[in-house]
């Protein structure tokens, strides 16, 4: 049974920065990936970056290119979303999402079989 746990939301102004955090345990298998999502209100949830699980091949949304990385220093360390330059079209809920997969890790949200109970991340202008 997989648990993705999230962490380091918050509020923060515009031009600000965040790091979120994703702690995952009982992760048996030791390929596949690891994503964050977005969901803002009202709309519906979005890839912002993706990685292969242990740190390769890391992919960004092109709103996010740039300002965000997303990285894991090996599959049994946490996945992290370092978030720089942080506008108000970033606020959402964001969540850590992991399946085991081959490939191209931009994949939509119902390929990923595992999930986080998100973190909200609030910029305000």
């Known amino acids: 049974w997989v648990q993705l746990v999230e962490s380091g939301g918050g509020s923060v102004q515009a031009g600000g920065s965040l790091k979120l955090s994703c702690e995952a345990s009982?992760?048996?298998?030791?390929?596949?990936?690891m994503a964050w999502f977005r969901q803002a209100s009202g709309k519906e949830r979005e890839l912002v970056a993706s990685?292969?699980?242990?740190?390769?091949?890391?992919t960004y949304a092109a709103s996010v290119k740039g300002r965000f990385t997303i990285s894991q220093d090996g599959a049994k360390n946490p996945l992290y979303l370092q978030m720089n330059t942080l506008t108000s079209e970033d606020t959402a809920m964001y969540y850590c999402?992991?399946?085991?997969?081959?490939?191209?890790?931009?994949?939509?949200?119902?390929?990923?079989?595992?999930w986080g109970q998100g973190t909200q991340v609030t910029v305000s202008a």
């Open positions: 999402a992991a399946t085991q997969t081959g490939g191209d890790c931009r994949l939509p949200p119902d390929s990923y079989r595992s």
């Open positions: 990685i292969w699980m242990g740190g390769g091949n890391p």
């Open positions: 009982g992760i048996s298998y030791t390929y596949g990936c």
